[in-house]
């Protein structure tokens, strides 16, 4: 079983496009994709068409929404992604989002009944109505097609929800929820209930796919999770640069705590499971026994983690850089990154064995390109 967890992370998520890219071309097509944010647009993306027409249409969304909608070359390419995320804020992004007459905006007094937020989405909600099939996406599985997941918050109870086709009908307004980032997009209604970005709770959602495994599945499992922000990082010496650290550590939260869990637990069946084969037949076949043996049967799991490299002089608004040039430069980074990661990676060979029960593997591309392996560093 293939898993594609996908962070949140705005014009970052260029970066996604292209690992997808990279995992199509080896075969590898994901049959569960979950995603938080603009990784719940890709998700979408992904999961709601067919095979064949997902590159295009990941392709089609991404130079929907970028501004200046081509490159002028490297040489200006400063000046355009200064130039788009002053544009982002001020105009909005095509087939994105759009300001709101000011007038609109309920700052302190809501006289109009307008939702709290700076900017439409309308856009958007025409955008994914126009590149995903939700009559294709329905209600699906591993069984007939790719099964989603988008985390997003229930705004009044602050609880985190997984949107799920494996067990309800998914629509645009789910996608959107998890993309709902407040105070600049407005909350959206899913069954009488308002909600924001998943992102605000939990931007990796590998806590769901972890949570979501049961005892005795006999299903190897290779998880690929793509982190857009860095939880590393110099400390500041600058107002700038600490605002840019602190939405990196804000968004980053904590994938890799979750995964040295996943090892963990791993590690537990494996004893349970050698504990097991030394106790007498009568023994095992107490049913508390035979239960508590039980949770020790656990397929395999690999997870490659690519974490999504910095670029020169970044600063706290990078998400909202939708520059051709950037996005097509986050696109080539992600499909090089995979590429790299699948090279080195056990995850196109066999499954790790029962003895090792979860593999993890950590990479990302420095500046020059080159691919670190960060298995071995502690991450938070």
């Known amino acids: 079983m293939n898993i594609l967890v996908l962070q949140g992370g705005g014009a970052l998520g260029a970066y996604q496009a292209g690992v997808y890219q990279a995992l199509h071309e080896a075969d590898i097509e994901p049959d569960w994709v979950v995603g938080t944010s603009i990784g719940a647009i890709n ?78 989405v309308t856009p958007l909600e025409r955008t994914l109505e126009a590149l995903v099939d939700f009559d294709l996406l329905g209600t699906r599985d591993r069984h007939d097609g790719k099964r989603l997941s988008v985390g997003a918050v229930n705004i009044g109870r602050g609880a985190m929800r997984y949107f799920d086709s494996q067990d309800e009908t998914l629509s645009v307004h789910h996608v959107m929820a998890s993309g709902a980032l407040p105070p600049a ?29 049961r005892p005795g599945s006999d299903m190897a499992v290779n998880c690929y999770v793509i982190d857009l922000w860095s939880p590393r990082g110099p400390v500041p010496k600058t107002i700038t640069e600490a605002m840019h650290r602190e939405k990196d550590i804000q968004y980053a939260t904590r994938a890799g705590h979750n995964l040295h869990f996943l090892k963990e637990i791993h590690r537990l069946r494996h004893a349970l499971r050698k504990l097991g084969k030394h106790l007498p037949a009568d023994v095992r076949d107490d049913h508390e026994v035979a239960e508590l043996l039980g949770l020790a049967r656990q397929a395999p799991v690999n997870i490659v983690r690519l974490l999504a490299p910095a670029r020169e002089a970044e600063t706290a608004q990078k998400d909202i850089d939708f520059s051709y040039s950037t996005i097509m430069e986050r696109w080539r980074a992600g499909y090089r990154d995979m590429l790299g990661a699948l090279e080195t990676c056990p ?34």
């Open 43 to 120: 998700g979408a993306l992904i999961a709601g068409n067919h095979r064949r027409d997902v590159l295009a249409r990941l392709e089609d969304f991404w130079t929907r929404v970028a501004q200046p909608s081509s490159s002028s070359g490297a040489a200006l390419e400063h000046y355009e992604t200064e130039m788009a995320k002053f544009l982002a804020l001020s105009t909005g992004v095509p087939g994105f989002f759009r300001p709101r007459p000011v007038w609109e905006i309920p700052l302190t007094r809501n006289w109009h009944g307008s939702p709290p937020s700076f900017y439409d």
């Open 185 to 213: 997009f407005p909350p959206v209604w899913v069954d009488g209930e308002a909600y924001w970005d998943g992102g605000l709770c939990s931007n990796t959602p590998i806590d769901y796919v972890l949570e979501s495994e």
């Open 347 to 380: 995850c196109q060979r066999d499954p790790v064995s029962d003895e090792i029960g979860a593999n993890v593997c950590s990479y990302r591309s420095n500046l020059d390109g080159y691919l670190e392996d960060m298995t071995d560093v502690p991450f938070e």
